[in-house]
């Protein structure tokens, strides 16, 4: 008999024709192995996202333990509007409440302008011009970012800083010998400066993204038709990357209110206070309930910002024209503009990223600090054993057993809240694609979005309110490596669970249900056809999470305790005791961590993706 | 009972009702198109046969097993279905080899490797694939991934073939070729083959049995022949056809003692006895049934009516040409042949057999009186 007739006998026969399949009774989506998965998802959201904001709300109204400070009223456990007062109708309202909200705000609004300037004009140069070194100046605009902001503040303080907060003066001071005033050593002006320096890659990179995806035929038709260069401008290119120019603005606006790090270095020595530093100084005096009410305030200031971008961005982008394919675009000729053009785009490189790097590594290697000069060269900072005078004792970051455990952290936390962020991103993107239009698809992906809207800062301090103490079944969380791991990765699930989406929106579902066809059951097509398919997604989502958290100091700061501390949260806590070189040493540590990571990361993300 | 059998199956997406109470029965070995305009329900019928959309309401059985019943809430998911199907995208696995592809729905039944492998190997062979299987899919060619996924259908040895619109990614030439490989694939494996499609040239070509959809519901089941010859309803008549059908409103009436479709324009006989006059009326007729008469040439014998049209535009194409015409405000086409020179502006004469014309009811666009099968 040949294989074909075999084939066709076999075919004759139904061979599968047993009836174990069946499911009877149950409501019949509710045992789909999909449906499960996302109850157990809701759930999961459900308790980290939405209970720790509800209960930070209802909080403020309760008076807590430790108010009998504040006022004899206080019965721990009853209801009360003393705490909203507080913040809204008394004497301190101005200090706690309307002093930080205009601080935050003007550093928003400094902050977006500057930031649009910088990107904007950056990436005009790049994708629109002949600007030289075009493409190495393309790679290079976006490395500030991935350095942690605060880092950058640690540097400025290091050019500019004058001795009104003790120790030695910056490199500026010594150098020309005059004392940078005030303002420009700290306050608004320096944390606008280089939150600028730090944010401006969000705006290079949506602008540069929309001018690249912008029909040139477009504009090159208007001036067909005689329309002068200024008017092609004003009327065609920029409607066409408004959407990208208002989205860039206002998420570098919501970033920098939400900023911590920056403007506690730079702010703190002159008092000025912004939310999240004000949050940050009333934990610290034990007075959660107020932290907690200026945490809603932040929260509901960025949740306006960013419904107002979706909705205007929403709106306008139906004028976008952005296809698949690039565009030729014909360069602008700069000409005498050329090198004026790249000594901007140099030096904004030059001093978001390349100088801080150097001057963290100079002033790790200095004897005093603040002495530029060989003689004062030392590595004992670096190397010293334990018991040196010159370092107080402290043996030299190599040697600094706390320091080792730090970096251990540094890695162990990002990488585990990132393959939890990855992993319940990647779910979630299954259980949304999916589920398409059906309620809790929707319940899911907006719930999983929510984290967006909280700053940093906020979060934390949400998470440190509800699991100080033991919640239902999970115990008090304070304190252990595990709460850090949960905070981080559910911060930034939005990002993880957005890749997660992508992704899963990418791998047709066609692909799945021919593997249910052929009589895959849920387990083995999740395995064989899901799980290959979106593992390169998942890596991204991965890896977005990873960096993140290594550079992460606002959100953790209310968490860490000394057994859990990590690079970030020990560079502070060296600044505050004036160890400046250590505190530059581990930054150093941690950006090159960084470097390595995005590096290895890419590396693996390329190689997994092979076939 | 047929292999597939559909009871007043319903679907709706929230608003929308996809499939209307359809009830379609499919005996062993028969090729059945689904045809219809996207969105006429015809995707969403061979995907609840497959199990992968959940109807609301009616019952199907596949091979004498009853796997969905909303009454008795059972729904048998797809992998238990024992069906195969080929989709338009053909959603080969990126990530797996043609062999692996293949050999997916074995492994999934845990056969013996060494069985996998010469079947796997066996159905390759018979798909003209045997060289490529260590490709990945995006090695090959638009018409070998089709052949890939046909293959990784018929190696697992489904019940029921299910194909969703195979050919509609592929250029004209390779869907030529892949007609006549699936015509091979049915005839060589005599597989019940439920097949969706838009395209009624491959309904026409492949299918042994038609069913044409529209809004949910069945419009017409018929052989091909039947389907062309007597469309059941103006919507069938209209929607099959290599050319649009041509149309024209009239009423019945009597003349001379004969029930004929009445126009301003023209009056044609009509066979049969005469039924209720004064009816509402649509004539339909074949573009190629329209006989052009050039002016000096006397009108061919036969019952039929005559009508004078003029010229709008002509498509000459050798062998057979057509051209647009006006008659009574609407445009016709007409099929003419090498040795007939109109020009645009020309008035010409049509004849319209009655054997040819099809009558359709104005209200509800059903058939009144069926055509006799003509010479």
């Known amino acids: 008999m040949s294989p074909l007739s075999q084939l066709r006998m076999e075919m004759r026969e139904n061979r599968r024709s047993s009836a174990r399949g069946l499911w009877r009774g149950a409501p019949r989506k509710l045992g789909t192995p999909q449906f499960l998965l996302s109850a157990v998802l809701l759930v999961v959201l459900a308790v980290f996202v939405i209970v720790p904001v509800g209960t930070i709300a209802v909080d403020t109204f309760v008076w807590q333990a430790g108010d009998v400070r504040l006022s004899r009223e206080a019965q721990p456990g009853a209801l009360t509007l003393f705490h909203w007062q507080r913040v809204f109708r008394s004497p301190l309202t101005g200090h706690l409440l309307t002093t930080p909200l205009v601080n935050s705000i003007l550093v928003g609004v400094g902050t977006a302008a500057l930031s649009l300037a910088l990107g904007g004009l950056l990436a005009w140069f790049v994708v629109r011009t002949d600007m030289p070194f075009r493409r190495v100046a393309g790679a290079l605009a976006v490395v500030p970012y991935m350095i942690p902001s605060y880092t950058l503040a640690l540097a400025w303080l290091t050019l500019f800083k004058n001795q009104r907060i003790g120790g030695t003066a910056g490199l500026f001071q010594y150098l020309t010998g005059v004392a940078p005033p005030d303002w420009v050593a700290y306050g608004f002006f320096p944390t606008v400066i280089v939150l600028a320096l730090h944010y401006y890659p969000f ?153 801080p790097f150097i001057m963290f590594f100079w002033q790790s290697v200095m004897e005093y600090a603040g002495t530029y000069s060989f003689s004062n060269f030392t590595s004992a900072f670096w190397l010293a054993p334990a018991g040196t005078r010159l370092t107080e004792g402290e043996p030299g970051l190599l040697r600094n057993p706390e320091v080792l455990r730090a970096a251990w952290n540094s890695v162990r936390l990002s990488a585990t809240a990132a393959l939890v962020a990855a992993v319940l991103g990647s779910l979630i993107g299954y259980v949304v694609v999916k589920g398409r239009g059906t309620v809790i698809s929707k319940a899911i992906e907006q719930v999983s979005f929510l984290p967006y809207l909280i700053p940093s800062i906020a979060f934390g301090a949400i998470y440190l309110n509800v699991f100080i103490r033991p919640w239902g079944p999970i115990p008090a969380l304070y304190g252990t490596f595990l709460l850090l791991v949960l905070t981080c990765a559910f911060r930034n699930l939005p990002f993880a669970a957005r890749s997660g989406v992508s992704t899963m929106i990418q791998v047709s579902g066609e692909l799945e249900e021919a593997a249910q066809t052929l009589g895959a059951g849920w387990f083995y097509r999740f395995r064989r056809v899901v799980f290959p398919l979106t593992i390169r997604g998942m890596i991204v989502g991965f890896s977005l999470v990873f960096m993140t958290t290594m550079r992460e100091l606002s959100l953790i700061i209310l968490l860490v305790t000394p057994q859990t501390r990590t690079l970030t949260t020990m560079t502070m806590r060296y600044q505050e005791q004036g160890f400046v070189q250590f505190a530059n040493a581990i930054t150093v540590v941690l950006v090159v961590m960084s470097v390595i990571g995005v590096w290895a990361i890419r590396k693996l993300g390329g190689q997994s993706g092979g076939s | 009972m047929g292999l597939v059998d559909l009871r007043c199956v319903a679907k709706a997406f929230g608003p929308v009702v996809a499939v209307d109470r359809v009830s379609l029965s499919i005996e062993k070995g028969e090729f059945v198109a689904l045809l219809g305009p996207s969105g006429c329900g015809k995707t969403t019928t061979l995907r609840m046969i497959a199990g992968l959309e959940v109807p609301d309401d009616g019952e199907i059985h596949l091979a004498g097993r009853r796997v969905f019943s909303a009454q008795e809430r059972i729904v048998v998911p797809p992998q238990r279905r024992n069906v195969g199907m080929v989709f338009q995208s053909y959603a080969l696995w990126p990530h797996m080899t043609v062999f692996e592809n293949v050999a997916f729905g074995l492994r999934v039944q845990r056969k013996p490797r060494s069985v996998i492998r010469s079947e796997v190997r066996t159905v390759l062979a018979y798909m003209q694939l045997e060289d490529l299987e260590r490709r990945y899919p995006h090695e090959l060619s638009g018409g070998q991934q089709q052949r890939v996924a046909l293959a990784r259908m018929i190696v697992a040895r489904p019940a029921v073939f299910l194909m969703d619109e195979p050919l509609s990614n592929l250029d004209a030439k390779l869907r030529t070729e892949m007609r006549a490989e699936l015509k091979r694939l049915h005839r060589d494996l005599t597989a019940t083959t439920v097949y969706v499609t838009h395209d009624q040239l491959e309904a026409l070509t492949l299918a042994s049995r038609i069913v044409v959809m529209k809004d949910g519901t069945i419009q017409q089941d018929a052989a091909p022949s039947t389907l062309y010859e007597r469309p059941a309803n103006l919507f069938v008549a209209e929607f099959v056809g290599s050319y649009p059908v041509n149309l024209i409103e009239g009423r019945l009436a009597v003349e001379h003692g004969r029930a004929c479709f009445v126009h301003p324009e023209v009056v044609v006989p009509t066979e049969g006895p005469p039924s209720a006059t004064g009816e509402e009326l649509m004539l339909a007729i074949r573009p190629e049934d329209v006989v052009l008469v050039p002016g000096e040439v006397p009108p061919p014998a036969g019952e039929g009516g005559c009508l004078t049209a003029t010229v709008k535009a002509v498509f000459p194409a050798g062998r057979e040409s057509t051209a647009h015409v006006d008659v009574g405000g609407r445009t016709w086409t007409v099929v003419f042949g090498k040795g007939i020179a109109i020009e645009v502006g020309d008035r010409v004469n049509l004849f319209l057999p009655s054997a040819r014309i099809l009558l359709y009811r104005r209200d509800t666009g059903e058939l009144v009186r069926e055509r006799s099968a003509g010479p």
């Open chain 1, 203 to 355: 705006v290079f990179l949506l602008i540069s993204n929309a001018l690249a995806s912008v029909d040139t035929s477009l504009e090159e038709s208007a001036e067909v038709l005689g329309a002068p260069r200024s008017l092609v401008l004003r009327r065609i290119t920029l409607p066409v990357i408004l959407p990208a120019v208002l989205s860039g603005t206002i998420l570098t606006f919501s970033r920098a209110i939400g900023a911590f790090g920056t403007p506690y270095f730079l702010g703190s020595p002159v008092r000025f206070f912004t939310l999240p530093t004000m949050i940050y100084s009333n934990i610290g005096m034990r007075f959660p309930s107020t932290a907690n009410i200026l945490v809603l305030v932040l929260i509901v200031l960025s949740t306006i910002l960013i419904f107002v971008s979706q909705k205007m961005v929403g709106v306008r982008r139906s004028f976008v024209t952005i296809s698949g394919k690039g565009f030729r675009h014909k360069p602008v000729e700069l000409g005498r503009w050329k090198y004026p053009a790249l000594a901007i785009t140099g030096s904004v490189i030059l001093f978001a990223a390349v100088l």
